[in-house]
T-cell receptor, first 114, second 112 residues
Framework: NAGVTQTPKFQVLKTGQSMTLQCAQD?????MYWYRQDPGMGLRLIYY???????DKGEVPNGYNVSRLNKREFSLRLESAAPSQTSVYFC?????????????FGDGTRLSIL | ELKVEQNPLFLSMQEGKNYTIYCNYS?????LYWYRQDPGKSLESLFV?????AVKQEGRLMASLDTKARLSTLHITAAVHDLSATYFC????????????FGAGTILRVKS
C-alpha cells in the first residue's frame, strides 16, 4: 500500500533551472495538494486540486505551476528556480466524500537551489 | 485571512511530566487536525476533531477542540522519550473544503 509517492526525494538545482516534482496517490482520492515546509513556518499551501481537472492557488503560488494529469497524479513545476524556493516540498491527498478525513502526505522532496 | 498560532514553539520536558500545547486560530472553523512529524520524515495524522467539544485520546496524547474559543489543545500525559517530535495543528477552511492552514509547529523534546 504505497499511499502518496513523491519523486525525486532529493534534488539540487542551479538558479534559473527548471524542474518538475512528481506526485502520485493510489487511494482514489479526489483532492491533491502541494505544500512547502520551511523552518519555523509550518507547511504553506502552494497549489491544490479539489478534483480532477481543477487547480487553484494556495497561499504561496508565485514561481510555481501545477498540472493535475489525472486522478492519481499531480505535478509541481518550477519554471526558473530561485534560491528562495529552497525548501522541503510535500504532496498530500484527501477524499472529499462527505466524511472529513485527514490529508495523507508523501515523504517529501528536499530541494536545494544554489 | 486565517491565522493559526501554536505555543509554545519549543518544549523541552522531562520524562513523566505533563504538558499542554495550544493551538489558536482566527476564524470560524469546526474542523481541526493534529499531525506529528519526526525529523526528516513525513507528517502522520494523530487526531481529527470535527465538532465543538470533541475530545480524542490515543495513548499519552489527548486532543480537544473548543470552537467558540477557537482553541485546540494537545495534552501530553507522563511524557516518554518516544513522543519527541514536531507537532502541528491544522485548521480546515470550511468554504474551501479540505484546504488546511497549518500552525508553525511545536518541537517537543522529552529528556530521559
Amino acid at each position: 500500500n504505497a499511499g502518496v509517492t513523491q519523486t525525486p526525494k532529493f534534488q539540487v538545482l542551479k538558479t534559473g533551472q527548471s524542474m518538475t516534482l512528481q506526485c502520485a496517490q493510489d487511494m482514489n482520492h479526489n483532492s491533491m495538494y502541494w505544500y512547502r515546509q520551511d523552518p519555523g513556518m509550518g507547511l504553506r499551501l502552494i497549489y491544490y486540486s479539489a478534483s480532477e481537472g481543477t487547480t487553484d492557488k494556495g497561499e504561496v503560488p508565485n514561481g510555481y505551476n501545477v498540472s493535475r494529469l489525472n486522478k492519481r497524479e499531480f505535478s509541481l513545476r518550477l519554471e526558473s528556480a530561485a534560491p528562495s524556493q529552497t525548501s522541503v516540498y510535500f504532496c498530500a491527498s484527501s477524499s472529499l466524500d462527505g466524511v472529513y478525513q485527514p490529508q495523507h502526505f508523501g515523504d517529501g522532496t528536499r530541494l536545494s537551489i544554489l | 485571512e486565517l491565522k493559526v498560532e501554536q505555543n509554545p514553539l519549543f518544549l523541552s520536558m522531562q520524562e513523566g511530566k505533563n504538558y499542554t500545547i495550544y493551538c489558536n486560530y482566527s476564524t470560524t472553523s469546526d474542523r481541526l487536525y493534529w499531525y506529528r512529524q519526526d525529523p526528516g520524515k513525513s507528517l502522520e495524522s494523530l487526531f481529527v476533531l470535527l465538532s465543538n467539544g470533541a475530545v480524542k485520546q490515543e495513548g499519552r496524547l489527548m486532543a480537544s477542540l473548543d470552537t467558540k474559543a477557537r482553541l485546540s489543545t494537545l495534552h501530553i500525559t507522563a511524557a516518554v522519550h518516544d513522543l519527541s517530535a514536531t507537532y502541528f495543528c491544522a485548521v480546515d477552511l470550511r468554504e474551501y473544503g479540505n484546504k488546511l492552514v497549518f500552525g508553525a509547529g511545536t518541537i517537543l523534546r522529552v529528556k530521559s
